[in-house]
Nanobody
Framework: QVQLVESGGGLVQAGGSLRLSCAASGRTFSSYYLGWFRQAPEKEREFVAYINWNGFSTSYADSVKGRFTISRDNGKSTAFLQMDNLKPEDTAVYYC???????????????WGQGTQVTVSS
């Protein structure tokens, strides 16, 4: 099993930056692709960013492209989400997830952290 713990959330002003971390324990970290997701109150969870096992392939939601950067350090078993030029609409609980299965339904994430709150004031 893999356990994920997010950290780095907080309150920032619009235009500011935050760096989220996702610390993993359990199985070999590099065996998994990783994703960041977020969920605002009264809204459904949405995809934010993806990174493959070696960090050479990434993708982003249109809403964060050009502002957020996903990365990973397999030696430290940690994933990151660098968030720049934050906007009030970025306010949400951010979740780190890990998966190892790709099917006709797309990428499946088997493991999830408990989330970290990001609040952007205007």
């Amino acid at each position: 099993q893999v356990q994920l713990v997010e950290s780095g959330g907080g309150l920032v002003q619009a235009g500011g930056s935050l760096r989220l971390s996702c610390a993993a324990s359990g199985r070999t970290f590099s065996s998994y692709y990783l994703g960041w997701f977020r969920q605002a109150p009264e809204k459904e969870r949405e995809f934010v960013a993806y990174i493959n096992w070696n960090g050479f392939s990434t993708s982003y939601a249109d809403s964060v492209k050009g502002r957020f950067t996903i990365s990973r350090d397999n030696g430290k078993s940690t994933a990151f989400l660098q968030m720049d030029n934050l906007k009030p609409e970025d306010t949400a609980v951010y979740y780190c997830a890990a998966g190892s299965t790709v099917s006709g339904r797309g990428f499946e994430y088997q493991y999830w952290g408990q989330g970290t709150q990001v609040t952007v004031s205007s």
